[in-house]
């Protein structure tokens, strides 16, 4: 996916909706950044490559040098119009460590999903789908698959199910190391079911994919969701 020269409410856009998938984000234009942590540091004006990464690592490169000139790693990124520019905010709320890139005008964008260099599922989501329905204990012992695609009013839940102990599961499939997006989805799917369904009713989610990065790993055990790898 590319835009050309895109205002800056439609790179906000472009940058949300391309993080939500899990891709990576390139782009290219005239910014600025400010770093607040330990010392804070900032960079006038210039045309940059910003990447964001899946896992949420921010990289801002120059015209020179193997290294980035600025960076930021492990903090939520967000991407606003603020004074009609785009504007990436990266780190953990408005706290300390924070990477700000305020674009004056962005001239390309693209969005792709990056090689995970720990290796992928072989396949697509169906295969990993249909390998979970022959063989449920691959989500967890005792796990029954009762329904695929379980609408939802956040949406299609992959596979819909229950455990051994009878609560319900919502399982979501991924075939790539699962970044943060894949932790908020999960639970918004476990969020509806437990509004959808009888008050009483247990609601769990799981997580099945390759691997996920630590960041994912902490929201779902903040929100009492499950991981389970594959092979």
Not at 12 to 37: I, N, W, Y
Not at 109 to 130: H, Q
Request: contains cysteine.
């Amino acid at each position: 996916m590319t835009l050309a020269d895109p205002d800056p409410e439609s790179a906000a856009a472009f940058v949300a909706d391309a993080r939500s998938d899990d891709l990576a984000v390139s782009l290219v234009g005239v910014c600025a950044t400010t770093f607040e942590g330990c010392a804070e540091r900032a960079l006038p004006a210039g045309v940059r490559h910003v990447l964001c990464k899946p896992d949420d690592t921010v990289l801002v490169h120059g015209a020179s040098g193997r290294d980035p000139v600025a960076w930021s790693s492990g903090g939520d990124v967000t991407a606003n119009v603020v004074d009609d520019a785009l504007e990436l905010h990266c780190g953990v709320g408005d706290g300390a460590d924070t990477l700000t890139v305020s674009f004056e005008s962005v001239q390309h964008a693209a969005a792709f999903a990056p090689t995970n260099e720990a290796g992928d599922v072989s396949g697509t989501e169906v295969d990993l789908k249909e390998r979970v329905l022959s063989n449920p204990d691959l989500v967890e012992d005792g796990f029954r698959a009762l329904a695929t695609e379980r609408e939802t009013p956040a949406g299609p839940v992959d596979v819909y199910g229950r455990d051994a102990d009878g609560a319900v599961v919502a399982v979501e499939l991924k075939t790539r190391r699962a970044g943060p997006s894949a932790a908020s989805q999960l639970e918004r799917y476990v969020t509806a079911l437990r509004r959808d369904l009888h008050a009483d009713a247990e609601v769990r989610g799981i997580l099945v994919a390759p691997e996920i990065t630590e960041k994912t790993r902490r929201l779902l055990a903040e929100s009492g969701l499950d991981f389970s790898p594959v092979e």
